[in-house]
């Protein structure tokens, strides 16, 4: 059997979409004939926990783990909630931050680079190579953020002349937050020799957008693959819409996600139609800004906002199939175009429809509208997004549960696993 050696920071009981990925991959990889060993840190400072998939992880499974030093950890002395709203990517705009905030960005920013995980670089090269020395592997796989992780494969790519396969769950230099952190000009470019080597010092590349892929192959030679998330067949609920008109984000809503332009339609609304206001439920499944509570405040609504708080995966699912629809949201920048959310897949699973609203040209757009599974607007759309919203209402108070019936198949995760596991075997033949 091949062995393969996955270098990861969020793994079980860390949450979010970024675990699931190589949680499921590392669930179906023994069925395609590879064998995965995980490393991960001893003790990492995770923003987000769900205790819930910590049950998925394989019990064959070989774990690895080595102590890692979090900056975050000596940061949170001095400020908690800016610590941990920093670590989870909320960040206030700039005329809001405070004098700490800017400090702990700019420090950020400029001394971890790529990210504040470099320093377990050394020490996990140092554990590994050790490790592999008894116990050798076929390949090497590092995934990112934190790219700091690439750091990792590269070295023991060069000492141990291994084929190595890096995967960019998100991209690197053009990830729309690097605009926050307050970069030197020397920063920049640092991030981009490093990204520069990575690219063209692996065996094979891995991305989970089209346009990611088209993006990496005009920097680097090596051979890209663009492999989605996705979702768990066997994990999918049963269940209905509630008797609320229930609109339902699943996942963190950051202040530059912030959709004013939907807030708006839905005031106007509530306000043209007595029965929209009286069945109206905004649901928000995660960690949601000032600025967007604000916001909907200013907009008169705060009374039909449901905010749940982090949910483990499991309820974040049941969430889903209860929702009459599911909102899609995503910041308006040419950097987001190349984003497809994690949440996107298992909003398909739920087969609820979708209302999405993102910078055009999105590659979730062109995702949901091929799997017949809802509408896709910009923030220039607002008449079309108002005229949906009140077409979902109709149907609604005709008592119609919707469902989208698209053909999805290809993103069950066992399907993407299969994938994966023909890149890793004709990448070890190809060496």
């Given amino acids: 059997m091949t062995r393969v050696l996955i270098i990861c920071y969020y793994w079980p009981p860390a949450g979010g979409p970024g675990v699931q990925r190589w949680l499921k991959f590392v669930k ?17 400072s995770y923003p987000l926990q769900d205790n819930s998939l910590l049950e998925e992880v394989p019990g064959a499974v070989k774990i690895l783990k080595y102590p890692i030093k979090e900056p975050y950890a000596l940061a949170s002395l001095f400020s908690k909630k800016q610590t941990n709203n920093l670590s989870a990517g909320i960040i206030q705009e700039h005329k809001k931050q ?31 190579g050790g490790y592999l020395d008894e116990n050798p592997v076929d390949a090497i796989i590092t995934t990112g953020p934190p790219h700091s992780l690439h750091l990792i494969g590269l070295s023991l790519k060069r000492k141990k002349n291994l084929p190595w396969l890096v995967d ?75 008797v609320y008109f229930t609109l339902a984000h699943i996942g963190s809503l950051l202040s530059k996600r912030n959709p004013e332009i939907l807030w708006k339609i839905l005031a106007q609304i509530k306000q043209e139609r007595f029965d929209f206001a009286e069945r109206l439920k905004i649901k928000l499944a995660g960690k949601v800004s000032e600025t967007v509570l604000q916001s909907l405040d200013s907009h008169g609504l705060k009374e039909n906002v449901e905010l749940t708080g982090y949910l483990t995966h ?67 759309d607002e008449e079309a997004i108002k005229a949906f919203v009140i077409e979902l209402f109709e149907a609604y108070r005709a008592g119609k549960e919707l469902r989208c019936t698209g053909d999805i198949d290809r993103f069950y995760r066992k399907n993407l696993t299969g994938q994966l596991a023909k890149v890793i075997k004709k990448t070890i033949t190809s060496i």
Avoid at 29 to 36: A, D, N, S, W, Y
């Fill in 28 to 44: 179906y990889l023994p069925q395609f004939g590879i064998e995965p060993v995980v490393y991960i840190p001893e003790n990492p």
């Fill in 98 to 128: 405070s004098l700490m905030q800017r400090m702990m960005l700019y420090i950020r920013g400029n001394f971890f680079i790529p990210d504040a995980r470099r320093l377990w670089v050394g020490p996990s090269v140092g554990f590994l």
């Fill in 168 to 242: 960019f769950r998100d991209p690197w230099t053009t990830i729309g937050y690097h605009e926050q952190l307050k970069l030197t000009k020397k920063s920049r470019k640092k991030h981009e020799a490093l990204e520069h080597e990575v690219l063209n010092a692996a065996d094979a590349v891995i991305v989970t957008s089209p346009s990611t892929k088209r993006d990496l192959e005009k920097k680097t030679q090596s051979p890209v693959t663009c492999i989605t998330n996705g979702f768990d067949e066997e994990e999918v609920p049963q269940g209905k819409p509630g």
């Fill in 314 to 380: 499991p309820e974040a699912l049941r969430a889903q199939h209860e929702a009459f629809a599911l909102l899609l949201i995503e910041i308006d920048t040419p950097e987001t175009q190349v984003i497809i959310p994690g949440k996107v897949f298992e909003y398909l699973a739920a087969r609820r429809p979708i209302l999405a609203v993102g910078p055009s040209g999105a590659d979730f757009f062109e995702l949901v509208e091929q799997c017949d599974s809802g509408r896709c607007f910009t923030y220039q």
